[in-house]
């Protein structure tokens, strides 16, 4: 049982790139997240999804799309990368809400690095 | 607005001792949950103890407990026993209707053999 895969685990971009993080749970979970982890913080909502074909913004959406065309996929889409977005980026999913009955787990994040 | 403050950002810890990693939070929900997450080296996040805003019992998971005050709005973790596992990053988190954790800053635990 993999969980939640994420792909690339690091990646380095130019100012002004794209990229895709893409994220994958085999666990039938309704609930996908996207977070963002700077420096010495804790994580920041980017985006969530609460099934297929249903997203909304989180804390800190400017800067980022994201798509939830199945139940297993949620990727992340990065337009003309900032050295702002340098961070972690982790995925997470959940079978209900936040909620006691449904923690969310985590994949293994992504080092992003924007120069 | 939700607000999870940590206000140790380090703490260290013998092995076999115990230690406490205290938590604030501010919230305008009336039902809500609390978490402490554990971030070791690997960057993966691990929930470590959960609780349920309404229980007043709290929490236990093995060598992991809370002491969580409801009115004083803190939910501090016991880590009984250390062991050298546990250094780790450990997140105090609450979530909200809108289905969104709140994550407070950190602190990060070294155990010291």
């Known amino acids: 049982n993999a969980g939640v895969t994420q792909t690339p685990k690091f990646r380095i971009l130019k100012i002004g790139q794209s990229m895709t993080l893409q994220c994958t749970q085999d666990?039938?979970?309704?609930?996908m997240y996207w977070y963002r982890q700077d420096p010495g913080m804790g994580l920041k909502l980017i985006y969530y999804?609460?099934?297929?074909?249903?997203?909304d913004k989180g804390e800190v959406p400017n800067g980022y799309n994201v798509s939830r065309s199945t139940t297993e996929d949620f990727p992340l889409r990065l337009e003309l990368a900032a050295p702002s977005q340098t961070s972690v980026y982790f995925c997470a999913s959940s079978y209900m809400g936040a909620s006691y009955n449904s923690p969310l787990h985590f994949g293994n994040g992504t080092r992003l690095t924007v120069t | 607005a939700q607000t999870v403050t940590q206000s140790q950002p380090e703490m260290s810890v013998q092995e076999a001792e115990t230690v406490t990693l205290s938590c604030t939070y501010d919230t305008s929900e009336s039902d809500y949950y609390l978490f402490w997450y554990k971030q070791p080296p690997s960057r993966q996040m691990i929930l470590v103890i959960r609780q349920e805003a309404y229980k007043q019992q709290n929490a236990t998971e093995n060598r992991f407990s809370v002491n969580f005050q409801k009115a004083a709005k803190s939910f501090s973790l016991k880590i009984s026993d250390s062991q050298l596992g546990d250094a780790a990053m450990y997140f105090c988190v609450t979530n909200n209707a809108g289905n969104m954790l709140t994550f407070g800053g950190g602190t990060r635990l070294m155990v010291k053999p």
């Open positions: 999804s609460v099934g297929a074909g249903i997203t």
């Open positions: 666990m039938n979970h309704n609930y």
